[in-house]
């Protein structure tokens, strides 16, 4: 008798595992396929926009995460940024965009920013992380390397952060975009059917891009043909696979490629 009337009353009961059930359906929900880690909230579009939005229209859950808020950025705002971050998830069709608040300018390698990032990668379990170049110039891009590699292994061991009641996930392998025509891609995504969707997930980043009527500093990114040169770019890369455009990637890994046949059938260009 004392058991059962420790029990809630009946009304009670369907209302709490409706919740129950509610916030589990909900925390899977937000399971992702492939997630782009980039410094800043424009980075993402300026690299793998491409890539995103081809994965998407295959069925793969896609997400971001930007680390910084970009607040060390020489035009706009904290706010104005994150709500150009929001627009241009739209137009990429992004199941989750989110941010690690990693002060810019300062990202470091650190026992605090590799938990961090491991928290976020067992929470939404990717198999696939695009990031930036490795020994790229700009300090916070090269560190975030760092981290995205560590914290990838890191995330698959169990005792790693194990207070913090998360499981492990299988490791997910990382993808490097790629700038430099100085190092050989692994491989290369065609991307030509979706330039014009990524160029318009780059123009949502008003702030940061060419504006005539912007009273702002002038920098690199607000140039009249710096939209063009990403495009130029894109086309570079598109021509060694013999198509319109692609985004490169290198991976550290060697590939395990299951039907050569079906991979060097492939449209490729012969002298590249």
């Not at 455009?245 to 079906?262: C, K, Q, S, T």
């Amino acid at each position: 008798m004392d058991r059962i009337n420790k029990i809630p009353a009946y009304p009670f009961y369907p209302c709490k595992l409706f919740f129950l059930v509610f916030s589990v359906v909900n925390f899977c929900m937000n399971e992702i396929d492939i997630l782009a880690i980039f410094a800043h909230p424009d980075d993402v579009e300026l690299t793998v926009g491409g890539t995103l939005l081809k994965m998407k229209s295959l069925g793969y859950k896609t997400g971001a995460l930007d680390v910084t808020k970009g607040e060390m950025g020489t035009r706009g705002t904290v706010t104005g940024r994150a709500e150009e971050a929001d627009e241009a998830a739209k137009i990429l069709k992004l199941d989750v965009r989110e941010n690690l608040e990693l002060p810019d300018g300062h990202v470091w390698l650190t026992e605090e920013t590799r938990t961090k990032l491991v928290r976020v990668l067992r929470r939404l379990k990717p198999k696939v992380l695009l990031t930036h170049q490795i020994d790229d110039p700009h300090p916070d891009h090269n560190h975030i390397t760092q981290i995205v590699r560590e914290a990838a292994r890191l995330a698959s061991m169990q005792k790693y952060d194990g207070d913090f009641g998360q499981e492990k996930i299988k490791v997910p392998i990382v993808a490097h975009n790629i700038f430099s025509q100085r190092v050989m891609p692994s491989f290369i995504v065609d991307v030509s059917e979706f330039s014009a969707q990524k160029t318009e997930a780059i123009r949502a980043h008003k702030s940061q891009f060419y504006n005539p009527e912007s009273i702002e500093p002038e920098t690199r990114l607000t140039g009249k043909g710096f939209i063009d040169e990403l495009e130029n770019r894109s086309r570079y890369f598109g021509s060694l696979i013999g198509v319109t455009a692609g985004e490169p990637f290198y991976v550290r890994e060697a590939l395990n490629v299951e039907d050569p046949i079906a991979l060097l059938t492939r449209p490729m260009n012969l002298y590249s």
